[in-house]
């Protein structure tokens, strides 16, 4: 249960939220059809923004060292379909290998999806922007026992807005409440994600560069924090076909691990 400062803290988010979207709308400009906003998107940089209408599938490798020396490998694939200018879905499916246990594990980890939604996008003074609202679903791989996965299944809405002060460049304010509704025991989920992505195209190398900074509060852990933080560099090879390596960093007594690498292929369709 949300102790009473959690729930003061939540409860004025959706508030500021609700109201910095009701202020945007007020004040909008229309988005006329084939904007330089929705060309942008057609860059291979746009899939590495949560909010973007983009059709793609990653396909990833990310190596973390965890605690007490152990060692965590995640293979993951991550994708979108859109399937209207108001709707989009995004799959995931992760499988790790691990030696957690005193041995080397590896299993499906999890797997999920999630609807966004896209109520209102246009202009604000002087600034495109894009409005997303949507949930996901997390569901366990059913392989705990030899450390792999959350070992929960979760609901997790969502709410974010996409600004882009100048052509090429994204900022995105994002806030994620994961909330399980069936665990194993002692994996009770309850956390609060707040997230800004800060996002640039390449145009010289035909590629971006993305920061990706999430503040987590555990809230079935006394409202302890972490911080996680991830550095994405990436190139289109050709109109359809990138790549992407990641820098992967945690902070605070919470991290869910230390450092770690990935590398990726993203494919536009």
Same mark, same amino acid.
């Given at each position: 249960?949300f ?19 009701l202020?945007? &709308? ?8 084939? =904007? &330089? ?5 057609e860059?291979?940089? &746009? ?7 983009? /059709?793609?599938?990653?396909v ?9 020396? /152990?060692?965590?490998?995640v ?6 379909y #859109?399937?209207?200018?108001? @709707? ?7 499988? +790790?290998?691990?030696?957690? %246990?005193?041995?080397?594990?590896g ?5 999920g999806?999630k ?28 392989? #705990? ?12 809405? $969502? @709410?974010?807005v996409?600004?882009?002060?100048k052509?090429g460049?994204?900022?995105i304010?994002f806030?994620?409440y ?8 002692g994996?009770?989920?309850? *956390? %609060? ?8 195209? $390449?145009?010289?190398?035909? !590629? +971006?560069?993305?920061?990706?900074f ?11 924090? =972490?911080? %996680?933080?991830?550095? *994405?560099? !990436?190139?289109?090879? %050709? ?7 990641? !820098? $992967?960093?945690? $902070? ?18």
């Amino acid at each position: 249960m949300f102790a009473k400062n959690t729930s003061l803290t939540i409860a004025g988010l959706l508030v500021f939220a609700l109201f910095s979207g009701l202020a945007i &709308a007020a004040e909008e400009k229309p988005e006329e059809e084939g =904007s &330089a906003m929705e060309e942008a998107e057609e860059a291979g940089s &746009a899939a590495s923004d949560p909010t973007a209408k983009v /059709n793609f599938i990653d396909v990833r490798a990310q190596f973390f060292d965890l605690e007490r020396g /152990n060692d965590r490998d995640v293979y993951r694939i991550d994708g979108a379909y #859109v399937f209207s200018p108001k @709707f989009k879905a995004v799959f995931e499916l992760h499988y +790790w290998e691990t030696d957690v %246990t005193g041995r080397d594990r590896g299993g499906l980890a999890q797997y999920g999806a999630k609807g966004i939604y896209f109520p209102k996008s246009g202009e604000w003074r002087g600034m495109r922007y894009r409005i997303a609202a949507g949930a996901e679903l997390i569901i366990d791989g059913d392989n #705990v026992d030899k450390g792999i996965g959350p070992g929960a299944d979760s609901i997790a809405p $969502l @709410f974010g807005v996409a600004l882009i002060p100048k052509p090429g460049r994204t900022l995105i304010p994002f806030v994620q409440y994961f909330k399980s509704f069936d665990e194993e025991p002692g994996r009770d989920v309850e *956390q %609060t994600a707040l997230r800004f992505i800060a996002l640039q195209q $390449l145009d010289s190398i035909k !590629g +971006w560069v993305k920061g990706d900074f999430k503040f987590i509060t555990d809230h079935e852990n006394d409202d302890k924090s =972490s911080t %996680t933080f991830e550095v *994405q560099v !990436g190139k289109m090879f %050709t109109p359809k076909f990138g790549a992407y390596f990641e !820098g $992967l960093f945690a $902070l605070g007594g919470q991290k869910p691990h230390d450092d770690g690498f990935g590398i990726a292929g993203r494919f536009l369709f």
